[in-house]
Each structure stands twice: as structure tokens, then as C-alpha cells.
């Protein structure tokens, strides 16, 4: 099966094994190449100092932890705070990030999940470490409109990664995960039952669908459009705001289904999901496993008792409130819904 370059990026930035923030930086930094159609790298002048620009611009409008370890600093977070301290100059800076900054991030970059052999060297290649970098056709061919919503999704990406982290170095409290306009907030779990606003939750939510609306399975777009996050077993019957249950979609798809039942197709698929951010180093990943199980098989289960649970709370004189009044009401127009991001994990 031959994939796009946009599907293949995609597929990096969402399941390439994150210790780090280094992914998505480096794709963010390839934006002044990929605009000015540069090819040949050169790694001090061009890479490194792109690279840093990428850090040094979010360390000093929000800082926050690049890596989950507590008390350890990536490269990036020393570098820029000797030369925040007046310590060393901003060459020295670039310097050192091009020494020592790209030890693990351009090896790895290609790699997702444990696989690090399908897409080697895909879209671009190390000639000679610490002097220049190639960019290959396969990252120009992308289009302006593809690329633009990659970088959108990396600067996503690495956002999440951050307030995850954060978390992590916050031991003292119990902490809820939100996203609110590429910002990370923290908020307490205590008030959990109440229905609250969940459109913080899309920007993490759209690209583990693969930027496909859950009902309709046609493209969503985040910096386009403004997705709604639905609970896909509705609220009023399960009283809880677990991430299992929450997809992104248009508003459309998102108003015609309401407060209805989907067939189980619907759960099949809200499994698939599910897998696709269990497959992922990212918080929600121990929050689905806490509340579904620790295997697949579990969590499968798991899902299909929840969802049986609440079609017998939904069913009045034998009647299911169905979507549609049809069980097996689908909006999806393509049975091959499955997408890259699914087939990397199921």
C-alpha cells in the first residue's frame, strides 16, 4: 500500500516514540526550507539555528518541561537558559545545539511505534553529521495547504507534549489534561461528574482520528474549521467525561446524532481510536487503559459492556432510541474508513 508524504508525517508526528519534543520541533523547523524550496542544509547556519528558533521563541513567551524526566533538561532547555543568563553568546548557543542537539532526533525521526526501517531516510538524509542535511523531493511535493496543516499539527503536538510532561514534574496534585487554543491548562479531577466544555480536548482529539470527522469519516480540519468533541455513549446516560468516550467531529455530524445511540460499527471504530492513542507515549494513554483494561482484548470487552450497559438504559417497550431510529445508520461514506493511523496500530 503506497501513502501520501502528508499521511506518512502525519503518522511520525502522532506515533513516533516521544521521550521528547524533538519531532515536532525539527518538522517546525523545516518550515523556511520547505518555503524558500531549499534543499541543501547547511547544519550550523541553517538547521541549528532554526531548530533553536523553534525552543527559544516558546521558552520565552511559556516555558515548560521538554521531557517527562524530573529534575533533567533536554540540550534545548540548557542551552537557552546560559544564553538567557548572559553565560554564552547566541553562536556559542547554535553551536552547542548542533553539537549535541540532534544526537537521537534525526535518527529517529522516521521511526514510528518500534518501527525504524519502513520510512529511513524518507524525507530527508544526513550527509555528513554536524555539517549539512539533504531535503528530499518527498517533503516539497507536499502541498502548501497539506504542509500548513502538519506544521499546525506539530505545534499541537508539541503543546500536548508539554502540558503532559508538566504534569508529570507536578507531583503533588492529582492533575486533568486540557488543551484550550495550543495552551496547556491543568485543572483539578474533583469536579469530574460535571458536564464541562470539551472543545479544549479537539486539537489532541483530530489528529488521532486522522483528521477525519468520527461520524462521517470525511476530512476535519483544525485550522479551517472549529470541530465539536461529542461523548459518543451520551452524557445524560453515562454521567462521566472519560477520554474513551470522546471523539472530534464537524458540528453538523456532531448536531445530527444528538443525544441518540449508535450502532455498535460506531464502537468497533471507537476502539480503533482508542488503540490509536494507547499505541502512543501520551497521558490519555493511562487514563483509557485505568478505565477500559491493561490488554486489547480487555479493553475491547470493557468497551462493549459500557456500551450494552447504556442500550438497555436507552431502550423503552423494546424500542433502542437509535440514531436515526436505525441500528445500523451509518454517515460514513467510505467502508474503507480505516486510515494510516489505525493500520500502524491494529
Not at 489532541?204 to 470525511?218: D, H, I
Not at 468533541?229 to 477520554?243: I, T
Not at 471507537?270 to 485505568?290: H, Q, T
Amino acid at each position: 500500500m503506497k501513502f501520501t508524504s502528508y499521511e506518512i508525517i502525519n503518522a511520525i508526528l502522532m506515533h513516533g516514540l516521544n521521550m521528547g519534543t524533538h519531532k515536532p520541533a525539527l518538522f517546525q523547523s523545516f518550515e523556511k526550507f520547505y518555503k524558500s524550496s531549499k534543499s541543501s542544509i547547511d547544519w550550523h547556519y541553517d538547521l541549528s539555528d532554526s531548530y533553536f528558533n523553534i525552543y527559544e521563541k516558546r521558552f520565552k513567551k511559556d516555558r515548560k518541561p521538554q521531557q517527562g524526566f524530573i529534575h533533567k533538561q533536554t540540550v534545548q532547555e540548557r542551552t537557552f537558559d546560559l544564553l538567557d543568563a548572559g553565560k554564552i553568546s547566541r553562536d556559542q548557543a547554535i553551536h552547542d545545539i548542533g553539537k549535541d542537539g540532534f544526537n537521537d532526533v534525526l535518527y529517529r525521526f522516521h521511526s514510528f511505534g518500534k518501527d525504524k526501517t519502513t520510512f529511513e531516510n524518507y524525507f530527508f538524509e544526513v550527509v555528513d553529521f554536524g555539517k549539512k542535511l539533504i531535503l528530499k523531493d518527498t517533503l516539497f511535493e507536499i502541498s502548501k495547504l497539506d504542509f500548513d496543516e502538519l506544521l499546525f499539527q506539530a505545534k499541537i503536538k508539541q503543546t500536548t507534549l508539554e502540558g503532559s510532561y508538566l504534569i508529570k514534574h507536578n507531583t503533588d496534585e492529582d492533575f486533568r489534561f486540557a488543551n484550550d487554543k495550543r495552551k496547556t491548562f491543568l485543572q483539578s479531577l474533583k469536579n469530574i461528574e460535571k458536564r464541562i466544555d470539551l472543545t479544549k480536548q479537539r486539537e489532541f482529539l483530530v489528529p488521532y482520528q486522522s483528521n477525519k470527522c468520527f461520524y462521517c469519516n470525511e476530512f476535519l480540519s483544525l485550522s479551517k474549521e472549529t470541530p465539536a468533541v461529542d461523548h459518543v455513549l451520551p452524557y445524560k446516560w453515562v454521567l462521566h467525561n472519560q477520554e474513551w468516550n470522546l471523539v472530534a467531529g464537524h458540528s453538523l455530524c456532531n448536531a445530527q446524532k444528538n443525544e441518540f445511540l449508535v450502532g455498535p460499527h460506531y464502537i468497533e471504530a471507537l476502539f480503533l481510536r482508542n488503540e490509536n492513542i494507547v499505541g502512543n507515549r501520551y497521558l490519555w494513554k493511562d487514563k483509557i487503559i485505568k478505565h477500559l483494561g491493561s490488554s486489547k482484548l480487555k479493553r475491547k470487552k470493557q468497551l462493549f459492556f459500557e456500551y450494552n450497559k447504556i442500550k438497555d438504559q436507552m431502550t423503552y417497550n423494546k424500542k433502542v432510541l437509535w440514531w436515526n431510529g436505525d441500528k445500523n445508520y451509518d454517515l460514513r461514506k467510505n467502508p474503507e474508513y480505516k486510515s494510516l493511523l489505525t493500520r500502524l496500530n491494529n
